[in-house]
């Protein structure tokens, strides 16, 4: 769990602070507890670091869209120059 993730974070940084709390009260508990209780939270740890990955890669989806659309609507708005440009010449702009 002390791995670095491809953000340079370590996986504990990107975990909620309840789960942590959890995991460090749970690391308290008696060994016969906490064996049956680790594979669960590990589930848990891995859960919630996999919906993290998740969220970030659409976050970073939309970001990427955002900028594609502003790309789309310059193109869009050059393109309506120039057809008002040619209209204003007396051209065809079908041409």
């Given at each position: ?38 594979p ?30 502003k ?25």
């Open positions: 769990m002390n791995a670095t993730t491809r953000t340079g974070r370590t996986s504990h940084e990107q975990l909620p602070k309840e789960i942590l709390q959890l995991a460090t009260e749970i690391a308290a508990l008696p060994e016969l507890h906490r064996q049956r209780i680790e669960v939270l590990c589930r848990v740890l891995e859960s919630s670091q996999r919906r993290q990955r998740i969220l970030s890669l659409v976050q970073e989806a939309l970001s990427q869209l955002r900028l594609d659309m790309y789309l609507l310059f193109d869009l708005e050059a393109t309506r120059r120039e057809r008002d440009a040619c209209r204003r010449r007396g051209a065809d702009p079908s041409e």
